[in-house]
């Protein structure tokens, strides 16, 4: 999952993520682009501060990638 610590005026962003991830883990940082209000510039913002961990024996996005 998508470990992401948002302030509260972005609550409604941080509980569209739980809402998503609920239906379908994250194993990218692009993988939330399925949650509205993420586009290039966000995940591009986040990509350095995320981390991504999928199933045993999958890579997936590291701080810093």
């Given at each position: 999952?998508?470990?992401?610590?948002?302030?509260?005026?972005?609550?409604?962003l941080a509980e569209?993520?739980?809402?998503?991830?609920a239906i379908h883990?994250?194993?990218?940082?692009?993988?939330?682009?399925?949650?509205?209000?993420?586009?290039?510039?966000?995940?591009?913002?986040?990509?350095?501060?995320v981390y991504v961990?999928?199933?045993?024996?999958?890579?997936?996005?590291?701080?810093?990638?």
């Amino acid at each position: 999952g998508v470990d992401i610590i948002y302030p509260p005026e972005h609550r409604k962003l941080a509980e569209q993520i739980i809402q998503q991830r609920a239906i379908h883990p994250f194993y990218f940082v692009e993988d939330l682009r399925a949650v509205s209000g993420f586009g290039d510039k966000r995940i591009a913002a986040l990509r350095g501060l995320v981390y991504v961990e999928g199933p045993a024996g999958r890579e997936t996005d590291q701080p810093g990638d």
